[in-house]
């Protein structure tokens, strides 16, 4: 009676010591010391900068600038850049998060279906290889396609087109540079959760008669899901935060593009630029930075209601 007595009392878990851990794993902490520190520098130790979207910023003064309150918000929303950049900045994430999931989702699970291994080192290769091409030198390629005199584009049709003058062809064009430069890169993360499925899963649905297709919507995607949804989360936090490299070396200053493609971050960029004010810089960036607070935690809430396994928190 002792014995299954003591079989069926609950295991109480044991504590591990800290310090223990620390030793034990030495040298995976090791590898995260830089970014911890990268983390502490610029996202801690300048927190208290915040107060300067509150204040009329003097560089003498620094931090003990005169306060103004929300001066500087009642000139940002005041404007009508505000709706403007808040638009363009959910507008163009919103298509580049939908775009770039499909995408590379339904990338990765081609890739997992073919067999031919010299094939898949290649083509993930030639997939990666975009990623690492600076948005600068893709801009310059951009201009030989996109010319007006001497662009690839207009030689082939022999038309005069001029691109850089028509917004109304720059989501398409800015959602396929997306697709193209971050689809690879991406790809792997959703790739590396398929090959992690129990392979019993498809031998079992195969005995039983699945087919490809039917193993491919009632097993890899099932189980990818939790995956789709910690990425789709990660990209929801930055949702209101646009990719500056991009938009400011393919749009850079021009005015006619400025209403569909300058986004927050661009937009903060240039009233720096322009004004020489951090403090309605800083303010524009902390409006930013709320919102897209809100938003992820907002999208955690939902996915953890519906869907608990894919919530970050």
């Not at 999931?101 to 290649?122: H, R």
């Not at 997306?178 to 090959?195: D, E, P, R």
């Not at 951090?278 to 709320?290: E, T």
Request: contains cysteine; hydrophobic residues 50%.
């Amino acid at each position: 009676m002792r014995s299954s007595a003591a079989t069926a009392a609950p295991t109480e878990k044991k504590r591990v010591n800290p310090f223990v851990e620390l030793w034990r794993n030495k040298f995976l902490y090791l590898l995260a010391v830089p970014a911890i520190v990268y983390t502490f520098i610029f996202s801690y130790l300048t927190l208290p900068y915040i107060a300067i979207a509150f204040e009329k910023y003097n560089f003498r003064t620094g931090l003990f600038s005169p306060f103004s309150g929300l001066a500087n918000f009642r000139y940002f929303f005041a404007s009508s850049w505000a709706w403007t950049v808040t638009r363009n900045t959910l507008v163009i994430n919103v298509l580049f998060l939908i775009a770039g999931t499909i995408c590379s989702v339904l990338l990765a699970i081609i890739l997992n279906e073919v067999k031919a291994k010299k094939f898949l080192k290649v083509s993930q290769s030639m997939m990666l290889f975009p990623y690492f091409i600076s948005w600068v030198i893709v801009s310059y390629m951009l201009q030989g396609i996109l010319g007006t005199e001497t662009g690839l584009i207009n030689n082939m049709l022999g038309m005069r087109i001029n691109f850089y003058s028509t917004p109304s062809y720059w989501y398409p064009i800015l959602l396929i540079l997306n697709i193209w430069k971050n689809t690879g890169y991406n790809t792997i993360v959703y790739l590396a959760a398929i090959t992690g499925i129990d392979e019993g899963l498809y031998e079992a649905a195969y005995i039983d008669g699945a087919s490809r297709f039917k193993r491919i919507i009632h097993i890899t995607l099932p189980l990818l899901m939790p995956t789709i949804c910690i990425m789709t989360l990660m990209s929801v936090g930055r949702i209101f935060y646009g990719d500056f490299g991009m938009l400011y070396a393919i749009i850079r200053d021009n005015g006619t593009l400025m209403p569909i493609a300058e986004v927050i971050d661009t937009y903060v960029f240039r009233t720096f630029k322009n004004t020489g004010d951090p403090s309605l810089s800083m303010a524009i960036g902390l409006y930013q930075s709320v919102v897209g607070f809100i938003l992820v935690f907002t999208a955690n809430w939902i996915v953890r209601r519906n869907f608990p396994e894919g919530a970050l928190f």
